[in-house]
C-alpha cells in the first residue's frame, strides 16, 4: 500500500540538466520527488557484536577481556561472522586503553572485515582522532581499499574531519586515489558538498584537474553547489571551464541551466581572458607596424587604421584624376609616361595591367650631333696642343732653392722669403712673368676660338647646304 501511495506521488520530473546534475536548488535539501525519500545515512548501520568476548570489547570492560582470554575460550585475533575482530569494535566505540592493550598483546592492526573495511577505517568513521594516530604509529596502512575502493582518506572526507586527513596525509595517505566510480578524495568532498573539505584537501595539494568517470570536472562540482569561493580558487588555478563532460556539458552552460550565481564569476573570467588575448594580439600589430617604419605615438590601433585607409583612399583617388588629366592632355604630356608592361610585374596577378609611371628627368638632347662635330674638327690643332703643353709645364714646374748645406733642393712650393738668396729670387720673378704670358696668350686663343665658333655656327644656319 504505501509502496504504490509512493509511486504515485513520488513522480519524477524531466531533467533539465544530464542526470538532473544541476537541477533544483543549490543547497542540496531539494530533490526532484514531492516528498524527501532519502536513504539511510551510511554511518548509522549497526554495529553489535555477536560474542561475549566482543560485547566486552564493546563495553569497553577491560577486566571481562582479560578473564575471557585467560580461559582461553577466545583468542585475540578470533573474528566473528562478518570478519571482525575485537580491534574493529575497540576503535569504532573509542576505547583507547582497549587499543593500546590488543596492539600490546600483537592484534593484526590491519585486519579486513566482510567489506574489507580496517580498524583505521573504524577509527575514521567514529572521528577517533587519538585513535587514529595510535594506528598510524603501530603501522597502520593507510591506503588500504574497501569493497567500494574508498581508502581512510575518504572516508575522513566522508565524516568532514580535516585534522584526520591531515594525519593520514602525514603518514603517507594517498590525496589522489580514487574509488570505483574514479572520485579523487577532492571529487568526493565536492560531490557531498563539504566545501570546508575540499578548501583544505586544495591547500594540501589536491590536484584541481581531476575528473570522475563521466568527466565532469571539479569547477563543474562546484558550479552544482554554487559556491563562489571554490569557482574563485579554481579559476585562479587557470582550470579550463569550456571542459566538456561525456554529455557534452561545461560548467558555464551547467550553471547557465541550473541559475547558479557563479555564472557571473565564470563570465567575467572568461571576459578577462579575451581582453588579455586582445591585448598581446593588439601589441603584436603595433609591433609590426613600428618595425615598417610608421610612428604613430600613442595613437590607437582603430585610428591607426582608419588613418591609413583614408591615406590610401586619397592616394588612389589622386592617382585615378592623375591618369584621367593624362589621357585628356595634350600629346606632350602624354610623352612623358613610360608603361611598364606586365612581363616585367613580379606578381601573377598583375601581369595583365600595365602601371603608368613618370620617365626621370633625362640630361637635353643634342640637336645637332654633326654640326658640333664639325665645329670640334675646325678648332686649330696647334692650339689644343699649345693648352696642353702649357697645363703639364705648370703641373711639373718645380723651384729650385738652395738648402742649408748649400745644395740644390727641389719642391712643388715656392720657399719662404727669409730664405731665398738671389738667383732664387730671380728664377720665382722670371717664372710668374712667364705665367703671365701664358694666361694671356690661353685668353686671347679662346677668345678667337668663341668668335671662331660663332660666325662658323651663323653661316651654317644662313646656308643649311654647307652643313649637309
Not at 557571473?264 to 573570467?269: F, H
Not at 606632350?332 to 628627368?361: F, G, M
Given at each position: 500500500?504505501f ?26 535539501k ?10 539511510e545515512d ?25 578473564k575471557?582470554?585467560?580461559k ?34 600483537e ?23 587519538k ?14 581499499k574497501?569493497?567500494?575502493?574508498e ?50 584537501l586544495?591547500a ?35 582550470i579550463d571551464?569550456?571542459?566538456?563532460d ?22 567575467e ?9 586582445h ?9 609590426d ?16 587604421c ?11 583617388e589622386?592617382?585615378?584624376k592623375?591618369?584621367?588629366?593624362s ?14 608592361w606586365?612581363d ?13 609611371i ?5 640630361e ?5 650631333p654633326?654640326?658640333?662635330e ?11 696642343e ?10 711639373n ?6 738648402g ?16 731665398m ?17 701664358m ?30
Amino acid at each position: 500500500m504505501f509502496s504504490t501511495l509512493r509511486k504515485f506521488f513520488c513522480f519524477k520530473k524531466e531533467p533539465k540538466t544530464p542526470l538532473g546534475f544541476c537541477d533544483g536548488p543549490s543547497s542540496g535539501k531539494g530533490s526532484l520527488c514531492c516528498c524527501d525519500c532519502g536513504t539511510e545515512d551510511r554511518y548509522q548501520q549497526p554495529y553489535d557484536p555477536e560474542n561475549k568476548f566482543h560485547e566486552a570489547v564493546c563495553q569497553g570492560r577491560i577486566k571481562v577481556v582479560l578473564k575471557l582470554l585467560s580461559k582461553k575460550k577466545f583468542d585475540i585475533n578470533d573474528k566473528d561472522k562478518r570478519g571482525r575482530t575485537a580491534l574493529h569494535f575497540a576503535c569504532f566505540y573509542g576505547h583507547l586503553h582497549l587499543v593500546y592493550f590488543l596492539l600490546h598483546n600483537e592484534c593484526d592492526v590491519n585486519e579486513l572485515d566482510d567489506q574489507k573495511s580496517t580498524p583505521l577505517m573504524k577509527a575514521v568513521q567514529s572521528w577517533e582522532t587519538k585513535i587514529v594516530s595510535v594506528l598510524l604509529d603501530n603501522e597502520a596502512n593507510p591506503n588500504i581499499k574497501d569493497s567500494k575502493g574508498e581508502t581512510a582518506l575518504h572516508h575522513a572526507v566522508y565524516v568532514d574531519r580535516p585534522d584526520i586527513v591531515t594525519i593520514l596525509l602525514k603518514f603517507g595517505g594517498n590525496i589522489e586515489e580514487t574509488t570505483k566510480d574514479g572520485f579523487t578524495p577532492l571529487l568526493l568532498a565536492l560531490r557531498e558538498r563539504k566545501l570546508l573539505m575540499s578548501e583544505h584537501l586544495i591547500a594540501h595539494g589536491a590536484n584541481v584537474y581531476a575528473c570522475d568517470d563521466f568527466r565532469r570536472t571539479t569547477l563543474m562540482y562546484a558550479v552544482k553547489w554554487d559556491s563562489e569561493d571554490i569557482v574563485e580558487i579554481l579559476l585562479k588555478k587557470d582550470i579550463d571551464y569550456s571542459l566538456k563532460d561525456i554529455f557534452g556539458w561545461n560548467a558555464l552552460q551547467y550553471a547557465t541551466a541550473g541559475k547558479r550565481k557563479v555564472r557571473s564569476i565564470i563570465l567575467e573570467y572568461e571576459d578577462s581572458l579575451f581582453s588579455s588575448q586582445h591585448s598581446v594580439f593588439v601589441g603584436n600589430q603595433l609591433g609590426d607596424i613600428s618595425q615598417s617604419g610608421y610612428d604613430f605615438k600613442s595613437e590607437s590601433l582603430i585610428s591607426v587604421c582608419s588613418r591609413t585607409g583614408e591615406a590610401n583612399f586619397e592616394t588612389q583617388e589622386a592617382s585615378r584624376k592623375a591618369t584621367h588629366s593624362s589621357s585628356i592632355g595634350n600629346d606632350t604630356e602624354k610623352n612623358e609616361i613610360n608603361q611598364v608592361w606586365a612581363d616585367k610585374c613580379p606578381h601573377p596577378e598583375l601581369r595583365d595591367y600595365s602601371h603608368p609611371i613618370s620617365k626621370p628627368k633625362s640630361e637635353p638632347q643634342q640637336s645637332e650631333p654633326d654640326l658640333y662635330e664639325e665645329l670640334k674638327e675646325e678648332i686649330p690643332k696647334s692650339k689644343l696642343e699649345n693648352e696642353r703643353n702649357f697645363d703639364k709645364s705648370a703641373e711639373n714646374q718645380e723651384f729650385s732653392v738652395s738648402g742649408a748645406n748649400g745644395q740644390q733642393e727641389t719642391s712643388m712650393e715656392a720657399p719662404h722669403s727669409s730664405n731665398m738668396n738671389n738667383d732664387a729670387e730671380e728664377n720665382v720673378v722670371r717664372h710668374l712673368e712667364k705665367k703671365t704670358v701664358m694666361e694671356d696668350q690661353k685668353q686671347t686663343s679662346e677668345e678667337e676660338q668663341k668668335q671662331h665658333s660663332g660666325g662658323k655656327t651663323k653661316r651654317s644656319f644662313d646656308n643649311p647646304a654647307t652643313i649637309a
